[in-house]
């Protein structure tokens, strides 16, 4: 079966860059996806990452991906307040491509 | 120009009662899913609807019925409504099932069972 497990809280200073990661368990695994839930809102997309690529980058996001460990992470450089908020990882897998998400990650930005 | 919208926002019904929440979408998507995002914000999968065909069924109690009228729709609903109900439900869509298309997510209904 799928499980995608997360570290459930981070902290850091603005300015600092904050790492997110992930594991998950299913080898079929096709896309893997990174989702922010603001408080009050729905999850918003923020990258994605097809599961023969190691790496990619978007603007202060970066994706790393070890397909070996089954590891994903999220690395926000220069992290500012506005980045505060749960961080879901989810990957598409198995026959019907369910998406299955992780436990999410809430990333506190202190001033 | 709302891409994923759900009604009501907010849901505060007795325990017993019936219900059902609304979800449209206007992307032209193929493929649309409920999920429930409990207190602790884990987040289950519950349907999914491709082109008014149900394609993902999760072991969900029989009391919870989606409906999708056409594939722009896929509705909820919720009978004999339980405390353990509470929750915030998602609708998302997204083009098809298959392909790496994402999901997009509408804004929640926030659902409170006295």
Redesign the interface.
Known sequence: GEDVEQSLFLSVREGDSSVINCTYTDSSS??L?W?K?EP??????LT?I?SNMDMKQDQRLTVLLNKKDKHLSLRIADTQTGDSA?Y?CAE?AGG??????G??T?LQVIP | DTA?SQTPKYLVTQMGNDKSIKCEQNLGHDTMYW?KQDSK?????MF?YNNKEL??NETVPNRFSPKSPDKAHLNLHINSLELGDSAVY?C?SSQD????Q???????TRLSIL
């Open positions: 096709t896309y996806y989702y839930q009050g809102a729905g999850l918003q997309l994605y097809f749960i879901f598409k019907y491509q369910k998406v299955t998400f436990t999410g809430k | 994923v999920y914000k884990f987040l289950k999968i999914s394609i993902i998602f998302a099932s298959g392909s790496n994402p999901q997009h997510f509408g804004d929640g």
